[in-house]
């Protein structure tokens, strides 16, 4: 185009057309103004086509978006949201909104923000946020969903499904993936995307995280999404046979974190989870704990029907809203609603959670009363108990709701250690925190009731040490940072 306008103009020198020149830049200036309309009116456009699969377009066509300055995912300090990115603001505005969604994001003020892939340092660890992404999570609206947040390695992943189903919701999940377990993990993440009959809800909720120190560097690490939804899988034997899920088949001492001898850092993952969830409200949990079916949307209702079960006040003490926890003979169907956990219970086949391990790690205040309530009909979720975490409930460990505003986890804590939720409590108990336990929406562990921890544990010669590090160092510390109140313990 641009050597036909110049051969025209060449022409032109001609003297009798000289008063045409004019004319012709004029011409030239609306040629360039149009071509450079359109060029905005495509890059506009381009993200809404590929709206579910917006994540593998941003990192595929890195030479595309380069030019509207998508294409460095870097350049932002972390927790900076990328609320001035031409693409993902508009995309997350025009998502629907139902009026409770949009009521809700009035009412705890918070600000819509579109999942992205980053790399970040998280103390000694290299942290892939965001490597693979939910469909529906990364546009999800701040107030329109609860996000459930939790770790672990390629070895929990036979979880996933069942959380994935159960909750329906984003699920933000932080992966230890030191040296080749990396591989691993990709074969795992590949595995669940794409073989199990509940995939879906995998590929549209769960966003996955990866984390490895930089002590124990992987050989190969995936530069984005794209890396990782190319990573070979195989879901059938060549003989027709379903393959056996990767993550059940490497043996325990073959993997990279057993033969270095490092510890599960799951303080870690538990804060890179929390942090990196784009919804007001979250619920950090463990992910062999399967929610009650509707849970979400029971708890968004609630709110919704009355503002005051939220300690909007800030004079008000601060809240979160637990589960009370059970577990299930192995083989038990894992019950969705009350009244199935109640048949169960009224079996013996469904007690509290580690009810002979540390029976008071998960009593609920008045936890009688709460088995004999009847469930709704309509299973509508309310505030049935409030308690501080002191006196009889001063080593209560429990898995809540909360607005992801309560005291991260201490990241010296490691999961041989134990104790490693206790920390947490202890801060909130200073903070004078205030536990709303819910009816009747609760937890079970996955299947199999646990016995008392064998003598031989490995864990226990890291739990001595542990404890002691806890009481003379974290919790003077702790007493300075969040207020010397008294009845509180670790
Ligand atoms: C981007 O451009 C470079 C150089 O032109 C090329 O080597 C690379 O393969 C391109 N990448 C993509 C994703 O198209
Ligand atoms: C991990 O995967 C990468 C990329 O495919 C490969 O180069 C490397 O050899 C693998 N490592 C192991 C231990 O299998
Ligand atoms: C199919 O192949 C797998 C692995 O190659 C093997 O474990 C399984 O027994 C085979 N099944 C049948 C029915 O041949
Ligand atoms: C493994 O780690 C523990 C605790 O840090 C240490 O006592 C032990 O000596 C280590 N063993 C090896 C083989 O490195
Ligand atoms: C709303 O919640 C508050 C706090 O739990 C409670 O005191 C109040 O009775 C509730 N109101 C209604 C109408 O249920
Ligand atoms: C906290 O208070 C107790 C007594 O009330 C006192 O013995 C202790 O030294 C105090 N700790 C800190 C860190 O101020």
């Not at 819509?112 to 998280?122: C, K, V």
């Not at 189903?165 to 999940?173: K, V």
């Not at 336990?437 to 864990?459: E, N, T």
Request: hydrophobic letters at 35%.
């Amino acid at each position: 185009m641009i050597f036909k306008v110049f051969k025209t103009m060449v022409s032109l020198g001609n003297k009798r057309y000289t008063r045409l020149w004019p004319l012709v830049v004029l011409l030239t200036l609306v040629v360039i103004l149009i071509w450079r309309n359109l060029q905005q009116a495509r890059t506009l456009t381009l993200p809404r086509i590929s709206r579910k699969n917006f994540g593998k377009f941003l990192f595929l066509n890195d030479n595309e978006t380069s030019s509207s300055g998508l294409s460095s995912t870097e350049d932002y300090p972390r927790d900076q949201l990328p609320e001035e990115l031409p693409f993902l603001q508009p995309l997350i505005e025009t998502r629907e909104r139902s009026p409770r969604t949009l009521e809700l994001q009035k009412l705890v003020n918070c600000r819509n923000r579109p999942l992205r892939f980053q790399r970040l340092q998280h103390g000694e660890y290299w942290l892939l946020q965001n490597l693979v992404i939910g469909s529906e999570s990364q546009f999800m609206g701040c107030a329109e969903s609860i996000t459930y947040t939790t770790n672990g390695d390629y070895t929990f992943f036979d979880n996933l499904e069942m959380v994935a189903e159960r909750w329906q919701a984003p699920i933000s999940f932080a992966i230890h993936a030191p040296g080749y377990d990396l591989n691993s993990t990709l074969d795992a993440i590949q595995y669940v995307k794409n073989c199990l009959p509940g995939s879906h809800y995998i590929n549209d909720y769960v966003t996955f995280h990866v984390y490895f120190s930089n002590l124990h560097m992987p050989v190969y690490v995936p530069l984005n999404e794209a890396d990782v939804l190319n990573w070979p899988y195989k879901c059938m034997e060549e003989n027709g046979t379903l393959a056996t899920p990767p993550y059940t088949q490497v043996p325990r001492e073959a993997m990279y974190k057993v033969k270095a001898n490092l510890t599960y850092p799951i303080n870690v993952g538990r804060n890179i989870a929390r942090q990196a969830s784009n919804t007001h409200f979250i619920f950090a949990c463990d992910i062999e704990l399967y929610p009650s079916v509707g849970f979400v949307e029971q708890f968004l209702d609630m709110v919704a029907r009355n503002n005051s079960v939220l300690a909007l006040d800030p004079k008000q003490p601060r809240r979160v809203y637990p589960l009370p926890v059970f577990e299930i003979e192995a083989g038990q169907h894992v019950p969705e609603n009350k009244a199935e956990l109640l048949d169960l219970y009224r079996n013996g086949l469904a007690q509290l959670f580690h009810a002979k391990v540390c029976p008071t790690c998960h009593k609920v205040p008045q936890q009688q009363l709460w088995m004999n309530r009847a469930p709704s009909v309509r299973d509508e979720l309310k505030l049935f108990s409030m308690t501080l975490r002191r006196d009889k409930f001063r080593s209560w460990e429990p898995f809540y709701i909360s607005d992801n505003t309560e005291p991260l986890f201490d990241e010296r804590v490691t999961w041989e250690g134990q104790s490693n939720k206790r920390i947490q409590n202890f801060a909130m108990c200073l903070l004078g925190f205030e536990y709303h336990v819910l009816h009747p929406a609760f937890l079970v562990h996955s299947p199999g009731i646990k016995k008392q921890p064998s003598r031989k544990s490995g864990r226990l010669k890291y739990a001595k040490a542990m404890t002691k590090f806890i009481k003379s160092k974290i919790e003077p510390e702790y007493r300075i940072l969040y207020g010397n109140t008294t009845g509180c313990t670790t």
